[in-house]
């Protein structure tokens, strides 16, 4: 039997006479309410001497910190005061019945428009540890993003040492120019996008890039102390190695949800993935400082951003030292840039904790089952024109099933919750490939791919297996998959074409990972497993901003369920309008 994350509202005094908000209550009361307002804004920023007119959170750049409970009320009130249509998802939040508060734009809302606001309104159900907020139209996530905190309830403590000090880690990507200007301008011609300029900690880019050694993140420590870093990889377009030199840090959870604690010395964290880790300084002064350092993980054959960034760990020197300058300062080594065995092998170590207290509910017997073949492709030029796409006749693109998803131009969720499709959505999204081939070998003479807004749609509660296949059309890469409004359990990997006779039979139910978003190996497959057990539209897609812009998405509607504590409510009066 399987626990729900929401408390019961099963009781036939519930269905009868509404009682089921009374029976919520306890649950509720646990948690208080906390109000934040995000102001949308223009901000001067300066990196790598190259100053731009950045889009902020409250003049705030990364933005603002949200810390919650689990148990609490968040209330976020975005006011929209930029040109550009604005949404905010937060990413990795349930959003258990509160699908109009999740954000993707033209999926679950309309962006709100300038001059006007949304207030998003959420509770936090059963999580616990490092998510991250960030813009959902366009690449406005280049700069609008940061972290999500939340800590246990009141009376209860971390599976793990109490740590000294918390620290945010989030990674970005800094581009000297306009990142809208970019995409617009790659979709047009067809081409791979222009790359960054430089990846970030903290918002800073490190002394390794001219022009920036002023720009240096400094996480100061004191000896013998144990630290929390709540990393958070908000880059765009790059999975990023992270290591710290001369030092390990110890796993403890991984997207709001605890894992068996692991050590490692480097680490690998995708974007829209969040990564709690404990860093144990050293007993003693140690003479030295530390560099930390972040660099992409890549394996496709376009041009990356192959910089590095980096931070400093700095110890507090004793009172009789007088100066901790000139220091020795060590390096670490990070993984070369297409380290895949490393990757598997990292990856193959999230486990979930399993226990009593944080069971892993894995779905143990499968209602529906989907195969997605997703990957990169092309779409054909428009005629009397030249790309700069694969050819000088096509465009990159990317597909799920050989769909490459269009956005409409209204919301999803308004017109599937008002009956008022109208073609804005088809529900024929395919359950497999349309025509089967061998996925991670010599790609098809036709690389070209469909386009639509087609979805799947599934009955409340169903329990779903989906193997993701990664295909090697123009290029075999990793695609970080993130789910809305749910995690799943990450049952099964591997590289090469997915066996449907042999691979099943090593899947892991009993203490897989659970995350919201999962790497598809580059040239492999993974099998994930949820209930559908949250009403409403729910975006998946690839967290390579890039490949989602190509058309690597889709979306999952999931039906109400009988019970009253089981169906999507109303949408706020305050709902954008497209
Ligand atoms: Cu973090 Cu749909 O995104």
């Known amino acids: 039997m399987?626990?729900?994350?929401?408390?019961?509202?099963?009781?036939?005094?519930?269905?009868?006479?509404?009682?089921?908000?009374v029976s919520l209550l306890p649950e509720l009361a646990a948690g208080i309410t906390r109000h934040y307002t995000f102001n949308i804004m223009y901000q001067n920023v300066t990196r790598l001497c190259?100053?731009?007119?950045?889009?902020?959170?409250?003049?705030?750049?990364?933005?603002?910190?949200?810390?919650?409970?689990?148990?609490?009320?968040?209330?976020?009130?975005?006011?929209?005061?930029?040109?550009?249509?604005v949404t905010i998802h937060w990413h990795g939040v349930r959003q258990l019945t509160s699908g109009w508060a999740d954000g993707p734009a033209y999926i679950t809302q309309c962006p709100i428009q300038t001059g006007q606001s949304y207030t998003y309104n959420f509770t936090i159900i059963g999580q616990r540890g490092t998510l991250l907020w960030h813009a959902h139209v366009s690449w406005l996530r280049a700069t609008l993003y940061g972290?999500?905190?939340?800590?246990?309830?009141?009376?209860?403590?971390?599976?793990?040492?109490?740590?000294?000090?918390?620290?945010p880690i989030l990674f970005g990507e800094w581009f000297n120019v306009d990142p809208e200007a970019i995409i617009t301008q790659a979709l047009q011609t067809g081409a791979g996008p222009n790359v960054s300029d430089a990846y970030t900690i903290n918002g800073l880019p490190g002394p390794l890039y001219n022009c920036s050694s002023q720009d240096t993140f400094k996480l100061k420590v004191k000896p013998g102390k144990t630290y929390l870093l709540r990393l958070i990889n908000a880059a765009l377009n790059d999975e990023l190695f992270f290591s710290i030199a001369n030092h390990s840090v110890t796993i403890v959870e991984a997207d709001a949800i605890y894992v068996k604690p692991f050590n490692t010395d480097k680490l690998l964290i995708s974007p829209g993935q969040t990564t709690n880790v404990l860093l144990k300084t050293k007993p003693y002064f140690p003479n030295a400082t530390f560099l930390m350092e972040a660099r992409p993980y890549f394996t496709g054959m376009g041009t990356i951003d192959n910089s590095t960034t980096a931070g400093i760990l700095q110890y507090k020197p004793p009172s009789n030292l007088s100066s901790s300058k000139n220091l020795p300062l060590f390096k670490p080594t990070l993984p070369p840039i297409n380290a895949t065995s490393f990757v598997a092998n990292f990856t193959s170590k999230f486990r979930s904790l399993a226990n009593a207290k944080y069971p892993a509910n894995v779905p143990l017997k499968v209602d529906k089952k989907f195969f997605f073949a997703l990957g990169l492709g092309t779409n054909p030029c428009p005629k009397n024109t030249t790309c700069q796409g694969p050819t000088n006749t096509t465009k990159f693109a990317a597909s799920v099933n050989n769909v490459s998803f269009l956005l409409p131009s209204t919301a999803i969720l308004q017109a599937y919750f008002f009956g008022q499709n109208n073609g804005v959505y088809t529900t024929d999204f395919p359950v497999n490939p349309p025509t089967p081939f061998n996925y991670t070998g010599m790609p098809p003479n036709n690389t070209n791919i469909s386009n639509g807004t087609s979805t799947v749609v599934l009955p409340f509660n169903t329990s779903v297996e989906l193997v993701m296949q990664g295909?090697?059309?123009?290029?075999?890469?990793?695609?970080?998959?993130?789910?809305?409004?749910?995690?799943?359990?990450?049952?099964?990997?591997?590289?090469?074409?997915?066996?449907?006779?042999?691979?099943?039979?090593?899947?892991?139910?009993?203490?897989?990972?659970e995350r919201n978003t999962a790497g598809v190996p580059a040239g492999g497959w993974i099998a994930i497993r949820f209930f559908a057990d949250n009403p409403g539209v729910w975006f998946m897609h690839c967290h390579l901003d890039v490949h989602t812009s190509w058309g690597l998405k889709m979306a999952w509607i999931v039906l109400d369920g009988p019970l009253p504590n089981q169906k999507l409510p109303p949408p706020p009066s305050d709902l954008p309008k497209c």
């Open 471 to 513: 295909t090697s059309i123009v290029s075999a890469e990793s695609h970080p998959l993130h789910l809305h409004g749910f995690n799943f359990f990450v049952v099964g990997i591997g590289s090469g074409n997915y066996d449907p006779n042999k691979d099943p039979k090593n899947f892991n139910l009993v203490d897989p990972v």
């Open 2 to 21: 399987r626990t729900s994350y929401l408390p019961s509202c099963a009781s036939m005094a519930a269905l009868l006479f509404g009682f089921c908000l």
């Open 147 to 167: 972290p999500i905190i939340i800590y246990p309830k009141h009376n209860e403590s971390y599976p793990f040492p109490k740590p000294h000090r918390e620290i």
């Open 50 to 85: 190259h100053t731009r007119s950045i889009i902020s959170v409250n003049g705030q750049f990364p933005g603002p910190r949200l810390v919650a409970r689990e148990g609490d009320r968040v209330i976020v009130k975005v006011v929209n005061h930029v040109s550009n249509n």
